[in-house]
């Protein structure tokens, strides 16, 4: 069946390094599945990061990037300069068209001050 | 952002009985979700509901389960009877055009 593989955590970076949170995917039943980022902060629900719809478009918010590779089937997590802030869960998630989400097992990442 | 409601955060139930998980979803949204995510697992689709009727549903979502929502009020997950495995947290979520969910936080089911 469908599913999302990411880096398993926990994964703990220094305030100001660089990021990568690794997101592949297997869709058999959809040909151009959508394809988010989920977010869940400490005490917090969880919320969308980013999305992309169309392969080879990248997407970004709050500093954070993630290009549609359809090739590859993958949809990895970048960020240039990580704070202290972006310590939480991610989620990489592939959506159909009726709505579910098919969702990865989640990464922590905890950053060093 | 737009809020998602759920309504208990946490229940303890006796293997058995009847429990109703509560859903306040974003007020113009149509399309109604629940997930179940066990602890250390991976968050699973249950259903996705639309004009009164479940459009989809996975086989997680057993003959026990039922979802409602009556007059526009609560998105309902009723579980009868509960089983042991059937504790786990349950998460809601709404969307307007099947494109971005909104999610709440959850409600930590037990089971004992």
């Known amino acids: 069946g469908d599913s999302v593989t990411q880096t398993e955590g926990p994964v703990t970076v220094s305030e100001s390094e660089s990021l990568i949170i690794n997101c592949t995917y297997s869709a058999t039943s959809i040909a151009y599945p959508n394809l988010f980022w989920y977010v869940r902060y400490p005490g917090e629900g969880l919320q969308l990061l980013l999305k992309v719809i169309t392969a080879g478009q990248k997407g970004s918010s709050r500093g954070f990037e993630a290009t549609y590779n359809k090739e590859t089937t993958s949809f990895h997590l970048q960020k240039a300069s990580v704070q202290e802030s972006d310590s939480a869960v991610y989620y990489c998630?592939?959506?159909?068209?009726?709505?579910?989400?098919?969702f990865g097992q989640g990464t922590k990442l905890s950053i060093k001050p | 952002g737009p809020k998602v409601l759920q309504i208990p955060s946490h229940q303890i139930i006796d293997m058995g009985q009847m429990v109703t998980l509560n859903c306040d979803p974003v007020s113009n949204h149509l399309y109604f979700y629940w997930y179940k995510q066990i602890l250390g697992q991976q968050m699973e689709f249950l259903v996705n509901?639309?004009?009164?009727?479940?459009?989809?549903k996975s086989k997680l979502f057993k003959d026990q389960f039922s979802v409602e929502r009556p007059d526009g009020s609560y998105f309902t997950l009723k579980i009868q009877p509960t089983a042991l495995e059937d504790s786990a947290v349950y998460f809601c979520?709404?969307?307007?055009?099947?494109?971005?969910?909104?999610f709440g936080p959850g409600t930590r089911l037990l089971v004992l």
């Open positions: 509901f639309y004009n009164g009727k479940v459009m989809e």
């Open positions: 979520a709404s969307s307007f055009n099947q494109d971005t969910q909104y």
């Open positions: 998630a592939l959506g159909y068209n009726q709505g579910k989400l098919i």
